[in-house]
């Protein structure tokens, strides 16, 4: 069974930094490009970024450009998002996906923004 | 980047009735290798979003029959042929033929 779970979302301050991570298990993690979507409360679903599956490509929005920081590490079947100079239009749920398809979603992570 | 466009925005839906969803993009999402990168996404309330469709027309393992997806190039059109109540929820559109990947802003779906 396919299984994303992601973990690391927190309180965090404006300005701060946070690392979030998502754990696949079920399947070949090397095998598939990851993403990361987000949430903001009560709103729709927001692309944030993306990594191929040897890890050489990234995607941004540019809404998190120079700012986040998406990596991967099939050794531990986890992927994960550095966040940084985090703003409080950064806060919601950050779910992974899996395959360019999008076939599968974790469970989400809240990150809240809040002074 | 291509702006997603969903119709309506809040669907109210008496029990075995049919319902309807459109989603029209700002360009064609036919990609070079001549498939369209189109999906449609279901997102119960307090639940992670889940993939319907796939590449337009193509339903995902345990979807229910009553959904369909259709279109081409720029519009396309979400069936549901008779709503249950399982239905409720927020169905998004996404396409990933082009960068950067961007949803619709959902259509709310409840029961009338």
């Known amino acids: 069974e396919v299984q994303l779970v992601e973990s690391g979302g927190d309180v965090v301050q404006p300005g701060g930094s946070l690392r979030l991570s998502c754990v696949a298990s079920g399947f070949t993690f090397s095998s598939y490009a990851m993403h990361w979507v987000r949430q903001a409360p009560g709103k729709g679903l927001e692309y944030v970024s993306a990594?191929?599956?040897?890890?050489?490509?990234?995607f941004y929005a540019n809404s998190v450009k120079g700012r986040f920081t998406i990596s991967r590490d099939d050794s531990k079947n986890t992927l994960y998002l550095q966040m940084g100079s985090l703003r409080s239009e950064d806060m919601g749920v950050y779910y992974c996906?899996?395959?360019?398809?999008?076939?599968?979603w974790g469970q989400g992570t809240l990150v809240t923004v809040s002074s | 980047d291509v702006v997603m466009t969903q119709s309506p925005l809040s669907l109210p839906v008496t029990l075995g009735q049919p319902a309807s969803i459109s989603c029209r993009s700002s360009?064609?999402?036919?990609?070079?290798?001549?498939?369209?990168?189109f999906h449609w996404f279901q997102q119960r309330p307090g639940q992670s979003p889940r993939r319907l469709i796939y590449k337009v027309s193509n339903r995902d393992s345990g979807v229910p029959d009553r959904f369909s997806g259709s279109g081409s190039g720029t519009d396309f059109t979400l069936k549901i042929s008779r709503v249950e109540a399982e239905d409720v929820g927020v169905y998004y559109c996404m396409q990933s033929t082009h960068w950067p990947r961007s949803f619709g802003q959902g259509t709310k779906l409840e029961i009338k």
């Open positions: 360009q064609s999402l036919v990609y070079s290798d001549g498939n369209t990168y």
């Open positions: 990594i191929s599956r040897n890890g050489v490509s990234t």
């Open positions: 996906a899996r395959d360019w398809l999008h076939d599968y």
